[in-house]
């Protein structure tokens, strides 16, 4: 490869997790595995940037799950990563700045809680708790766990709560999904 450092093969494959499968065909890999494999290939230029078109596509969760975790590593390494997908799922607590596009046109720019906010979307408060049933309106989330949708946590509310621990409280997660459907809907109202 052009500028390519062929020192780095065994470490980038160990990165994106194939290192146990440098000797195997190329046509005896899984579609996961041919991700790893184009990704670990773009790995070898050590770039600042990194564009990735659609790099969930035929991943199963727990390729989708490791291929997470090494754009996240990526990112820590100082890697700018830029990732195009309709896949917006895999994406949610992983960018820190989206650019939301249909037909070619840009709609929308800015991290996930900006235009949440900007696009309108509610975003209810939320505490998930363990333990016995918390009285009022708590959905079941199995396993002893339970979602009370409701005001910020203040002493009122945890005391409310009865003998629980809570595990999380803050804004409702973004589905960034919401993002891409309200910022469509607000396209269409021009």
Do not use: C
């Amino acid at each position: 490869m052009d500028g390519g450092r062929l020192d780095l093969i065994d470490g980038v494959m160990r990165l994106v997790g194939i290192h146990e499968r440098a000797d195997d065909m190329l046509d005896s890999l899984s579609q996961g595995m041919r991700q790893r494999l184009t990704l670990a290939t773009a790995m070898l230029g050590s770039p600042d940037l990194l564009l990735l078109d659609e790099p969930y596509n035929g991943l199963d969760p727990s390729a989708a799950r490791s291929l997470t975790r090494v754009l996240q590593r990526l990112a820590q390494r100082g890697v700018t990563v830029v990732v195009s997908s309709h896949h917006l799922g895999h994406l949610a607590g992983l960018v820190d700045r989206l650019v939301l596009v249909e037909r070619g046109r840009i709609l929308a720019e800015g991290s996930a809680e900006s235009l949440a906010d900007d696009l309108g979307i509610e975003r209810p408060w939320e505490t998930v708790v363990e333990g016995e049933r918390p009285s009022g309106d708590a959905v079941d989330l199995g396993g002893g766990a339970w979602r009370v949708v409701g005001p910020r946590m203040n002493a009122d509310l945890l005391a409310s709560l009865g003998k629980v621990q809570v595990l999380r409280h803050g804004r409702r997660e973004l589905d960034l999904a919401d993002l891409l459907e309200a910022a469509v809907a607000g396209g269409e109202e021009e």
